[in-house]
């Protein structure tokens, strides 16, 4: 029974996703539901829906507390961060997948070490630098840190792509006439789009929500990020659900919305028909 | 246009032995040359150093007398036409074709002149704004060829270019090719391992055999005359057959004795000859120049040797025999009519014609009776066949 054993094997798979569609996508949409409720009705009845949205909460997040500042500080730090981190690591991984050099392997396994060290083992160390250094307490420094504990990752999924570039393409563009960085802007770059713009996305998921970093090297509120922001409402006033609910809310968004930008972008193959 | 030419070139690859050895050619103005060999034997490596993508570990390559070995391949003029096409899969054909004359700084409306004169010769005038994966095989080989002719370069290279094609499109291209080197002659590198494309294509072919040159020399001259038995076989399909036979001088001629029957060699008895009387050669017959007894050769140009029928193979315009001559374990295959009677078992004669055998040194398996031709002067290089 072949049919029947395809069907089963189809209502099994379904299954599985159900669950961990329910597992993923549950705790956000309690999170939705009660980003549009007010505390007490919350308290009432944790699991409920929103009869009559509470739009303004999202107003009030915005306007009556820090949320805007938290958000804007995420923004400036999570932006530039990943904008010099997928610069530095595109080139990076370009030279690394490229160009044969002595010591080439050593560079590579040096970067890649960096994805072995726990952020915990090098909190200390990094706080002493930044104290030394004059950029604790500032974006900056935060800028900094953020482009060096995301740069392992980047130049490690870059590379396995860039690799994957055939040869010829490069080639190709020497006898055109053109010079390795042109090579690199106008080639490797175009081609590896999809790769570019799912490592960057990942760095901006991984970076938005990054705690412990922020936590030790930002103590001034102006300079909180939005992680921060939420954890300081929990504790500087009476547990307010409904506000804490907005503020993840609007903590998610741009994820989602940059995800809905790219996901196309990431999954379409663009190097089809490049060779043969 | 330009001369090329190669003195002496090596290369060896980190941590190996060398792709190419002591390599010299020399390419006239205006000539197509023809690197033909085997996968590996480092034919692809030669091309690659002319284009400058790799560097040449010894020996000097110049074009017009002037040494290019340190120079960058994007200052060399030469355009390549690769085996994968290499298309840049982000860029429609336009920018393919543009691609290159934008970085030599040519005014827009030149290069818009340039490539749309090219894309309507190579019949992709409708496909200009289509992307590669959007074209057939063909279409992104005519993109890769006109790729290269839009640059009007001082040399192509051509590294095995028409290989993904299927066979009609493959010999429509092939003469598509040869139209616009006689049309325009530019001198032309053109690596194949496909015979068919050396023989029709080539002012000159150079055959290739692990990393060295084996012979060069006009299609035909290295057909008829190869200088020893790997291009006695890479040259001919089916390939020429070796025979071990023993060579004896006797008064009345020079005969070479094949399982039990002796061949009576045509012409003088050369003087190379007198080192292997009584010792075993190599004969080597193509197989055209075997026939079913019936043929129309003087009398005395031909033996006959006795076989048995083991394969025939009828390709419609002709038949190929697969022969197992009596005595002998080397398998023999004739070139035949369309219209032979043989069937699989059947007995028969096969005659050869004397006149055609090729003696090879068993131990060096280099020719015995072949002398080099007189160095072709430049304006004999293109003259007709």
Known sequence: MPLHAASLKKALLLFFVAIYTMLTGGPFLWVAAMSLRTTPQILRNPYGLPRHPHWENFVGAWTQSSYSTYFWNSAIVVVTAVLVVMVIGAMAANGLARYRFRGNNAVRLTILAGLLAPPQMLILSIFQIMIGSGLYNSLTGVIIVYVAIQLPLTVYLLEAFFARIPQDLFDAARMDGYGNFTIFWRITLPIGLPAVFATATLNFVMLWNEFLYAIVLLTNNSKRTLPLGILHFMGSRELNLGMIATGLMIAILPIIILYGCCSETMIKGMTAGAVK | ?385
């Open chain 2, 1 to 385: 246009m330009a001369c090329l030419n190669l003195e002496n070139v090596t290369k060896i690859y980190e941590h190996g032995r060398p792709a190419v050895k002591n390599v010299s050619l020399s390419v006239a103005d205006g000539e197509l040359l023809v690197l033909l060999g085997p996968s590996g034997c480092g034919k692809s490596s030669v091309l690659r150093m002319i284009a400058g993508l790799e560097t040449v570990t010894s020996g000097t390559i110049s074009i017009d007398g002037r040494p290019v070995n340190n120079t960058p391949a994007k200052d060399r003029d030469i355009a390549m036409v690769f085996q994968s096409y290499a298309l840049y899969p982000h860029m429609s054909v336009y920018d393919n074709l543009a691609f290159g004359l934008r970085r030599r700084g040519l005014p827009k409306s030149e290069i818009d002149e340039r490539v749309t004169k090219a894309a309507s010769q190579l019949g992709l005038a409708g496909s200009l704004t289509r992307k590669p994966y959007a074209l057939s095989g063909g279409e992104r080989q005519r993109v890769a060829l006109g790729r290269a002719i839009v640059r009007e370069p001082k040399i192509y290279l051509f590294d095995e270019p028409l290989s993904n094609l299927d066979a009609a499109l493959r010999s429509s291209t092939r003469n598509e090719l040869l139209r616009q080197h006689e049309a325009l002659p530019t001198t032309t590198v053109y690596v194949t391992h496909d015979q068919v494309e050396a023989m029709t294509m080539g002012d000159r072919i150079c055959i290739m055999h692990q990393g060295e040159v084996v012979q060069v020399g006009r299609p035909f001259e290295v057909y008829r005359n190869p200088v020893n038995t790997f291009a006695a076989r890479f040259l001919g399909d089916p390939p020429m057959n070796l025979l071990r036979g023993t060579l004896e001088l006797e008064s009345d001629g020079t005969f070479v004795r094949l399982s039990g029957v002796s061949l009576r060699l045509a012409g003088h008895v050369a003087q190379q000859l007198v080192a292997y009387a009584g010792k075993d050669v190599i004969a080597g017959i193509r197989p055209e120049d075997l026939y079913e007894a019936s043929t129309s050769l003087p009398e005395g140009r031909t033996a006959g040797l006795p076989a048995r029928v083991v394969v025939v193979e009828r390709l419609g315009a002709e038949s190929i025999l697969t022969l197992s001559v009596d005595g002998s374990s080397d398998p023999l295959i004739a070139r035949v009519g369309r219209d032979t009677a043989c069937k699989s078992h059947d007995r028969m004669m096969v005659m050869l014609d004397c006149a055609a055998v090729h003696l090879f040194d068993p131990a060096t398996k280099e020719a015995i009776l072949w002398e080099e031709k007189p160095r072709l002067e430049e304006a004999d290089v293109r003259a007709p066949l």
